[in-house]
Structure formats: C-alpha cells, structure tokens
C-alpha cells in the first residue's frame, strides 16, 4: 500500500461547483497535512495546511482531516476556471526534510 | 510570500553535455533546499536534500555522481546534470524552506529539460 494515495482524476465540473479533493494514508503517526496547487507547467503552491484532526477554513478553501479513518479532503465552493491545475496532497513523513506528495487529482472547472 | 526563483526555465541539450540548473530564494535565506523530478501526469519524487554548506543528501537510487547538487550560500542551490541522456528528460522542480522546524516548502517555477 502506498503511504498517500489519490485519484489523479480528472476531474471536470462547471463553474460555480463545489469541488471535492481526497486523500488517504496509510500511516496513523502522521500529524500535519497540507495541499498543495500546481498549474500546467509551474512549480506547486501551498495552499492550505492542517495540524491533526479537524476542518480549517480559508476563503472558498476548506481542508478536513480525518485522522480515523486516515482520510484528508480539499472543498472548494464556487469553483472558478481559475481553479483548473492538479491539486497535491502533502504529508511530512519523520522529519521536516521527508515530505511524501500524493501523485495529484487534476481539476478543470468548465465556464 | 516567500519567492523562489529558478533558471533556465526550459533548456534543450544535445546527449552527453552537461545542464546546470539553478534555483534563488530571493527574498528570504535558505537552510535547506529540495530538488524534485517530475514526470508527467506524476507527482514529485524526491532526489535530494541540501544543506547550506554541506553535501546533500541524496534519495535511494538517485545517482550522486550524475546529479551533483551545490548549496554554496544561504540563496543558491545548484542542479547540474551531467552527461546528459534522452531519459534524464523531465521537469526538475526545486524548492526552499527557510527556517529548520518547519514543513513548508517554497517551490520553484520548475525548469523542463529535453536531452535530444
């Protein structure tokens, strides 16, 4: 089993959807979580992060963390065009300098 | 935010030549720097890790004498891609953290390389 696993999509909605992004892991130490964005051809972005369980909220972003059943989400609400890149989850592993990235769900809001 | 800057941002080699890839935190200073390799529709695979000063730290089959890493100052870290072949093709993305006790990386543009 992979230690952070995602469907890499794609994923099509129209304008104005909510958008909803997952992950899973296999290990139950894992504490910090974070997403990150990437467009065609960029480096990534971070967008969000979290810290152990729970949902934090920044604009049309909303991660939850469910550290039960290992399982970490990204909404979107009112997605927009601009929202179309692949969208990374990142767990750091033992240490800062280990962190393992989800091979990516590509979105693309259609207007 | 924190900006790192990386150069070229494509290059286009002929096989056997070597490419040097180079990545700036420009307003911030760096204590480690990470270099990734990316392959379409993939996620980043770690290949090293470096320190200011110090050799880098290289993942499990990344070949150490074929990409040489340097961290000469607290600004700038090197890729150089020796002997360059058609499969070392791929989207090499750097990226900077700039305090020790932190998860967050600052990435790069990334620099697309083509081995004719």
């Known amino acids: 089993q992979k230690e952070v696993e995602q469907d890499p999509g794609p994923l099509s909605v129209p304008e104005g959807a909510i958008v909803s992004l997952n992950c899973t892991y296999s290990?139950?130490?894992?504490?910090?979580f974070m997403w990150y964005r990437q467009y065609s051809r960029k480096g990534p972005e971070l967008l969000m992060y979290t810290y152990s369980s729970g949902n934090k909220e920044d604009g049309r972003f909303t991660a939850q963390v469910d550290k039960s059943s290992k399982y970490i989400s990204l909404f979107i609400r009112d997605s927009q065009p601009s929202d179309s890149a692949t969208y990374l989850c990142?767990?750091?592993?033992?240490?800062?300098?280990?962190?393992?990235f989800g091979p990516g769900t590509s979105l693309s809001v259609i207007p | 935010g924190a900006v790192v800057s990386q150069h070229p941002s494509w290059v286009i080699c002929k096989s056997g030549t070597s490419v040097k890839i180079e990545c700036r935190s420009l307003?911030?200073?760096?204590?480690?720097m990470f270099w990734y390799r990316q392959f379409p529709k993939q996620s980043l695979m770690l290949m090293a890790t470096s320190n200011e000063g110090s050799k880098a730290t290289y993942e499990q089959g990344v070949e150490k004498d074929k990409f040489l890493i340097n961290h000469a100052s607290l600004t700038l870290s090197t890729l150089t891609v020796t002997s360059a072949h058609p499969e070392d093709s791929s989207f090499y993305i750097c990226s900077a953290r700039d305090q020790r006790e932190s998860y967050e990386q600052f990435f790069g543009p990334g620099t697309r390389l083509t081995v004719l």
């Open positions: 307003d911030f200073q760096a204590t480690t």
């Open positions: 290990n139950s130490a894992f504490q910090y």
């Open positions: 990142a767990i750091p592993k033992t240490s800062y300098d280990k962190v393992i």
